[in-house]
T-cell receptor, first 117, second 107 residues
């Protein structure tokens, strides 16, 4: 799973600043998923993207959060005007051409730990 | 009630013991995944199951689709097995996760 690259690994932001988290999927993977792990809670689905398309963003807060996966470059999860409650680990996963996890092993990145002070 | 329930939440064992972690789910799934996460670390996929049983080294995972239940077993546990073990179920592309089981194996 080392093929899914996330950066930065750790990010500290003051309240009101913007946080940008990047994810480069494994080679050959065109589907990217973002998950959030809040302290003392389980992982939660945020958004599912294919190249240049958001397929499902039902798990993402309606305000301040956005995600993109451009034709070139990594997927970006952007959090504007961060608040303390955004402090969490954000994990990216990728899968190959099919959207289903049922036939594919999940490949996760190492995560990005956001701390809002 | 969560869609994916794991038990126990915390588990402490002595090195060499046989470990079992359980996962029950209440939704229709296409597959079930067992994941491992070390503190402050990334997530590693251990197994993906849609039926029956899989074995990898000292790890064994089973699933009973009719009973909507899966177990992860670790034989001859070792301190390096200490981690959080997470059960996740997939329905097409969406994963739903249990809260994890924190396993501590003492030497």
């Amino acid at each position: 799973n080392a093929g899914v690259m996330q950066n930065p690994r750790h990010l500290v932001r003051r309240r009101g600043q913007e946080a940008r988290l990047r994810c480069s999927p494994m080679k050959g993977h065109s589907h990217v998923y973002w998950y959030r792990q809040l302290p003392e809670e389980g992982l939660k689905f945020m958004v599912y993207l294919q190249k240049e398309n958001i397929i499902d963003e039902s798990g993402m807060p309606k305000e301040r959060f956005s995600a993109e996966f451009p034709k070139e470059g990594p997927s970006i999860l952007r959090i504007q005007q961060v608040v303390r409650g955004d402090s969490a680990a954000y994990f990216c996963a990728s899968s190959p051409q099919t959207a289903s996890h049922s036939g594919n092993t999940i490949y996760f990145g190492e995560g990005s730990w956001l701390t809002v002070v | 009630k969560n869609e994916v329930e794991q038990s126990p939440q915390n588990l402490t064992a002595q090195e060499g013991e046989f470990i079992t972690i359980n996962c029950s789910y209440s939704v229709g799934i296409s597959a079930l995944h067992w994941l491992q996460q070390h503190p402050g670390g990334g997530i590693v996929s251990l197994f993906m199951l849609s039926s029956g049983k899989k074995k990898h080294g000292r790890l064994i995972a089973t699933i009973n689709i009719q009973e909507k239940h899966s177990s992860l077993h670790i034989t001859a546990s070792h301190p390096r097995d200490s981690a959080v073990y997470i059960c996740a179920v997939s329905s097409n592309y969406k994963l739903t996760f249990g809260k994890g089981t924190l396993l501590t194996v003492n030497p």
